[in-house]
């Protein structure tokens, strides 16, 4: 029999969305034994070579690893990994050098946060780069660092380095493998989509469409990628460019088969599920589709999209062109992206003169500056632990501050649970070589449930770690503890609070960039003059933002009212926008396949809808009336789209 809360015990929902475990993928098996391996490997050395102090340093060193090991592309881990590693050694040199030095280690440490703050925002490399930082400078100026200068980050950076030396291991016989599979995933998703198109399934096709932008968005991400740093021309990643690029068209034409009503025949998924396996196999044969014959333009769009794709799918010599990114300019980040080193220039450039990245800068100093001030004035034995929590804590690009303050105190009373068994049973010594082996698989593990599970399995690794530099066993849990719920509460204060762009929903805002957007696209769709590529650029950008608006909207779900409650008034704005787009690229599809386009006149009234709705969501928190004056010829393939806009101008009204 079910049992209910009673009204005055219900959890609310926030809360609920906080606690609830993410969807995890299958463990990561070669992760698992990485770090099981990475971790105990320089314990046990240090244990035999009767320093232990220095194998504790390298297990440290490794857990930084372990936390980076998340790329699938062994090129991608190289930039995962190795630069974080060195930007740790520069930061535990920084620390260790004003150790015990009371106030030059708080201005230190503070305007090393800025920097790290700073260059957090150029992208997620630079993210895990500048939280090492530090991080490790933190650890450096809060613990007495062994032997001389140079060896604690050299012993740190060679601990990071051998869990890159682990994941490389297999590179010679797997070189291709992850790209292969990432396309292939792709192209499994979009048999998804075709399979949802005309569902009944309340959101199937909605959430299809968003897993297709996600799988997209990382296998462009992951190939590009990994062509900036090929030198010369490389056969097989053109080959896998061509690939993405083929079923941009099959991507287009389902919003046209969807808006059609009626489900595909199911030989239409079929057929793409066997491109994927040829493409995951690297087939080049003659490649059967068997599908039926089209009758109509919506099934010929899909029909002519998946023959297209199925001869760059057997081709040899796949060219990177046609309507896909891979045709864009040198420097379009879903195109050929521009050289590392104008690239690096121009992020350094964007750093220092973006106000985005000073007030995150800022923030961060700010609260690592109290946090130092205060263990500096009040007495606290080894206090870092303050700010290597709001470290933690105080990374927006990694979700919301609210909840990662909760899950931070919430995972790390269960970490000091298994913590406090492990530091008073378990003697000191050989003994801490087993249960590193056992801990640390957990942090790969349980860290894709959610930032609470993967502070609950660092902690006692952590810990046990410490223990070995300052032998101070289970007496450091309570104020571990405490200095946990301190740094939480410093971030929430000083980092949160007292900052009124953390109560508001971004939702909003970057609604309304997608629909200035959406303007813009449907302009091009029906110009003359629009290169094919060009406008195939403009509709995947402009779903990889939609994506982005997604997310920030689950993220805003998590914060505390009203900000979450003011988030969730926006989510069928945010559906409505993207049936919006769904709607321009089915019209765009089925005038390209027979229909009759649509007039200038026609063109222009839409476009200018979509701009006016632009205006009236940015920056604003309340959504309002708004006029809706959309006529047009009922035969016309622009007459759904001026349905969806005019739904979604009808939405931004609190009267209906």
Known sequence: MSREFPIGLT?????????????????????????????????????????PSYGA????????????????????????????????????????????????????VTGVALVSGMISTIGAVASVSGLLLLLNCVVGAGLPMPGP???APLLMTGGGLLVLLLALLAWPLRSGVPERSAVAAAYRTVADLLAACGSDVPDA????????????????????????????????LTRLVAQLNAVTPVVEAAPAAHLAGRPLPPEVPAAVLHLARAVETGFTGPIDLRLPTPDSETSRAVDHALRHAAEV???PDAEPGGPGPGAGAPDDRLGRPAGLRSRAARAARDVALSAASWRYGLRLALCIGLAQVLVSTVPVARSYWVALTITFVLKPDFGSVFSRALLRALGTVAGLVVAAAVLSQVPRGWWDVPVMLVLAPLIPALTPRGYGYQTAAITPVILLL????????????????????????????AGYLLWPESW??????????????????ADAAFGPDVD???????RRRLYRDLSVVRTEFQRALTEPPPTGRRAAAWWPLVVAVERIVDATTAARVRVKHGAAPPSAQEVAQVTLQLAELAEGLRDTEVLYPVRTDLTGPPASVLQPLRQEIAAARAITSPTT
């Not at 094919?532 to 403009?538: C, F, S």
């Open 313 to 315: 799918v057997a081709a």
């Open 149 to 151: 200068w140079w060896l």
């Open 532 to 538: 094919p590529a060009a406008r195939a650029r403009m």
């Open 205 to 236: 096709y909605e959430d299809a469409r968003h897993t297709v932008t996600q799988s997209l968005n990382q296998s462009y991400d992951l190939i590009l990628a990994r062509r900036t740093r090929h030198h010369g021309r490389s056969p097989e």
């Open 11 to 51: 959890p609310p929902d926030w809360l609920v969305r906080n606690l609830q475990p993410q969807r995890a993928a299958p463990v990561n098996r070669p992760a698992v034994a990485r770090a099981a391996l990475a971790m105990t490997l320089p314990l046990a050395i240090g244990l035999a070579v009767g320093q």
């Open 504 to 521: 508001h929903t971004r939702v909003g805002a970057k609604l309304a960039d997608a629909v200035a957007d959406t303007a813009r696209y």
């Open 57 to 108: 340093l390298a297990s440290m060193g490794a857990l930084s690893g372990v936390i980076g090991d998340t790329a699938d592309a062994y090129r991608m881990r190289i930039l995962n990994i190795a630069i974080p590693q060195l930007f740790g050694a520069v930061g535990v040199t920084l620390g260790s050098a004003v150790y015990g030095f009371g106030w030059p280690a708080v201005a230190t």
């Open 466 to 493: 410490s223990d070995t530099l300052n032998h101070q066993g289970a007496a450091l849990l309570l104020p571990r503890l405490a200095d946990s719920l301190i740094g939480c509460g410093i971030a929430l204060v």
